[in-house]
């Protein structure tokens, strides 16, 4: 997945917006404000930090040798996935996706009903 397809793939989230705010070189998807994927922009190889839950990220580690601890985030919470192209990009989407939905989860319920 390409840096063109996965922002395509973010912005199609409802209530999606894109920024940098940890300067030119980082690319922060957010949902209502929290940040739910970042990715560099320049980088040779395509990676970026998804959310996780604990248990699933430590499962997904041991799976595939292409997920890797949350880089510069909490190991806990957080994967970094190296596109290598060994995983299908469906499965990149569905480990977006359920980063999405955990942040959507811990938002207010009012939030959560105008994404709905």
Same mark, same amino acid.
């Given at each position: 997945? =390409?840096?063109?397809?996965? #922002?395509? $793939? +973010?912005? !199609?989230? /409802?209530?999606?917006?894109?920024?940098?705010?940890?300067?030119?070189?980082?690319? &922060?998807? #957010?949902?209502?404000?929290? @940040?739910?994927?970042?990715?560099? &922009?320049?980088? *040779?190889?395509? #990676?970026? =930090?998804?959310? +996780?839950? /604990? *248990?699933?990220? @430590?499962?997904? #580690?041991?799976? $595939? /040798?292409?997920?890797? /601890?949350? $880089?510069?985030?909490?190991?806990?919470?957080?994967?970094?996935?190296?596109? *290598?192209?060994? &995983?299908?990009? !469906?499965?990149?989407?569905?480990? @977006?996706?359920?980063? $999405?939905?955990? @942040?959507?989860?811990?938002?207010?319920?009012?939030?959560?009903?105008?994404?709905?």
């Amino acid at each position: 997945m =390409n840096l063109e397809q996965l #922002r395509d $793939y +973010c912005l !199609s989230l /409802p209530g999606t917006s894109e920024d940098f705010p940890f300067g030119e070189e980082t690319l &922060v998807f #957010r949902v209502k404000g929290k @940040i739910f994927l970042l990715t560099p &922009v320049d980088s *040779e190889q395509r #990676r970026f =930090n998804v959310k +996780c839950d /604990p *248990e699933k990220a @430590i499962e997904l #580690r041991e799976e $595939y /040798p292409s997920v890797k /601890p949350g $880089y510069h985030m909490s190991k806990k919470h957080w994967n970094t996935i190296l596109d *290598e192209g060994k &995983v299908p990009d !469906s499965l990149l989407k569905t480990w @977006i996706k359920d980063s $999405y939905d955990l @942040i959507v989860e811990s938002l207010p319920a009012k939030a959560r009903a105008e994404l709905r």
